[in-house]
């Protein structure tokens, strides 16, 4: 499985951005999908996770809310909708798949396979 991140960008303080994963294969009652984000001097943090079987979402608390993950089945396509923005929400962002159906309760299961990530600044 092959996931390509885009969408990421220079953005100001709460404006809005959308990132986009492709993947390579249908994702559909396979695998979970989320993202996660690293930021300068940080380790990567898990932000959202989705499950395939039912579509169930979760997310890591600074996000809810304001993040929103969804996905476009015909398009093998998993989006990542972040409203205001903050500076702290600066990192490279990276699309993540689970070889397993669901987020295993967790909105940051340990992904099995990764995309190679999308930076994302919010600076004015």
């Known amino acids: 499985l092959q996931l390509v991140e885009s969408g990421g960008g220079l953005v100001q303080p709460g404006r809005s951005l959308t990132l986009s994963c492709v993947s390579s294969e249908s994702t559909v009652d396979r695998y979970a999908i989320g993202w996660v984000r690293q930021a300068p001097g940080k380790e990567r943090e898990g932000i959202s996770c989705?499950?395939?079987?039912?579509?169930?979402?979760y997310y890591r608390d600074s996000v809810k809310g304001r993040f929103t993950i969804s996905r476009d089945n015909a398009k093998n396509t998993v989006y990542l909708q972040m409203n205001s923005l903050k500076p702290e929400d600066t990192a490279v962002y990276f699309c993540?798949?689970?070889?397993?159906?669901?987020?295993?309760?967790?909105?940051?299961?340990?992904?099995?396979?990764w995309g190679s990530g999308t930076q994302v600044t919010v600076s004015s």
């Open positions: 993540a798949a689970l070889n397993w159906r669901d987020c295993r309760h967790s909105f940051d299961p340990s992904y099995d396979y």
């Open positions: 989705m499950s395939s079987s039912d579509s169930r979402t």
